[in-house]
């Protein structure tokens, strides 16, 4: 990336397995590259608990489309479902069938997972990216009612 370019990244959210079907790949997790939490782990969490949801885990995970941004100095966060057994020595499950011709939508594919990966994810952008506005002091939300 350019400066320019890079200037115009506010963020990354990597969405990488966040619909596999495993059940041993068992949790949701938000992992930057050096475990660090940033504007993008940071508005995760807190969407996941405004939605009821706090199942998402922070965690550290250096091997995704997530490293090269953060590495750029671009805040970034890989999301996936996965196992973790322990942080160091690093111990994790992923699906067995990652990269393979096995890997197809039909069969590996959790509607349930990836709507909780893009509720969370979701809320989380709506956060990051939107622009400041004059309160709704007329809204139903906004009233004392």
Known sequence: LTDEEAARIMAVFNGDMVA????????LYCMTVDGVQNI????A??????LGNSSLLPGTFGSSDHVPFHMRGIPA?????????????LEYYIELVYHTPQ??????????????????VGAAVF????????????????RDE
């Open 40 to 43: 993008v782990s940071d508005a």
């Open 45 to 50: 969490l807190a969407a996941g608990a405004r």
């Open 20 to 27: 596999s079907s495993d059940l041993k790949a068992s949790d």
């Open 103 to 120: 890997d197809t939508i039909a069969e590996n594919i959790s509607l349930d997972r990836l709507q909780t990966a893009l509720d969370i």
């Open 127 to 142: 956060d990051v990216t939107r622009k400041e506005v004059p309160a709704l002091t007329e809204s139903a939300i906004r």
């Open 77 to 89: 966060a890989m999301f996936i479902w996965m196992w973790v057994g322990s942080w160091v020595p």
